[in-house]
């Protein structure tokens, strides 16, 4: 695995690689730390292992968090890199450790399965606050960091962040059903599953079982529509604000918006076919939103 953050964001195929790696060098590096904490965090999830072998590691990540704002010397080239980037930027420990709660949500959900029977996974159907509380965490917070790098912590842009991010977790969700099956979780929530007539029995789920119902897209379609709701809250928040520092988190909103009309134009028909933003596509928009002039999502 490499171990510096650039090469970790590099490597990863994300979307948001171009509008991270147009910024300014010394905000490019904070967003590239914050990024390649989120997928350490993320892999000592979704890996496999022993659920309480996992609670250990991210409890080390949490003990590394703490020891930088207390003055602790860096461990890795990582820390060395969020090191940097909280030092510059005064990003909030809570939000870091917010990032390492919502990834415990996954281990403590794939530790009850196993108690259960149900086998390793994760959160099957959660009910919407609890997917909402999860979408903070992983998702609210990356953007309560990133503004502060991009030097826009203002209430306003505090609500974009928010919003932004459960919009982009909801598209994650929809375009993931597949992959995320593979390891037992199912986050589509309990309320629109019964809404469309999929399960009645939540506590006996099976990610498999709701994939291949009939109705799946009626669920989809109704998670998907909570999606735009939530993009159109943080255009509102952003409120002409896509020019200057926030030009990147617009390229990023624009780019997942696209992929969600992408996910609804394809109904959840084939889920083995794999929506996505290409990395020619991503670096025009990138490049757009730079120069104040964002194409429509």
């Known amino acids: ?14 979307t948001f690689y171009w509008p991270m790696r147009l910024l300014p060098a010394s905000k490019r590096a904070a967003m590239f730390a914050i990024y390649a904490f989120c997928r350490r965090i993320d892999d000592i999830a979704d890996e496999p292992g022993e659920p309480a072998a996992k609670r250990a590691a991210l409890d080390v990540w949490r003990r590394d968090i703490r020891d930088l704002y207390a003055g602790g010397a860096p461990g890795d080239p ?49 009910d919407l606050d609890t997917l909402r509380l999860y979408c903070r965490r992983v998702a609210g917070a990356v ?3 990133a503004i ?13 962040a928010l919003a932004l ?21 199912l986050y589509l929530p309990r309320e629109l599953l019964q809404a469309a007539g999929i399960t009645a029995d939540i506590a006996a789920v099976r990610p498999a079982e709701v994939l291949a119902h009939p109705t799946l897209p009626r669920a989809c379609e109704a998670l998907a529509a909570l999606a735009e709701a939530r993009f159109a809250e943080a255009r509102a ?27 609804r134009a394809a109904g959840w028909r084939d889920l083995t076919v794999r929506s996505r933003v290409g990395r020619r596509e991503s670096a025009w928009v990138a490049v757009r939103c730079m120069f104040g002039l964002p194409p429509a999502a």
């Not at 695995?1 to 994300?14: N, R, Y």
């Not at 991010?165 to 593979?182: C, K, M, P, V, W």
Request: include cysteine; charged fraction near 25%.
């Open 237 to 263: 928040a952003l409120d002409g604000r896509a020019r200057g520092s926030l030009w990147a988190a617009t390229a990023m909103m624009v780019l997942y918006h696209r992929l969600l009309r992408r996910l």
């Open 148 to 160: 502060r790098v991009f030097d826009r912590a203002d209430p306003a842009t505090e609500r974009f």
């Open 1 to 14: 695995m490499p171990d510096t953050a650039a090469a970790v964001t590099a490597g990863s195929g994300s």
């Open 143 to 145: 953007g309560m960091l």
């Open 165 to 185: 991010g459960e919009a982009l977790q909801l598209t994650n969700i929809l375009r993931d059903l597949a992959e995320d099956a593979e390891m037992g979780r």
């Open 78 to 126: 990582l820390t060395a890199a969020l090191k940097g980037a909280i030092d510059r930027y005064g990003l909030p420990r809570v939000e870091l450790e917010a990032l390492i709660d919502g990834m415990a949500m996954d281990v403590a959900a794939e530790a009850e399965g196993c108690r259960d029977g149900g086998g390793p996974g994760g959160m099957r159907a959660p």
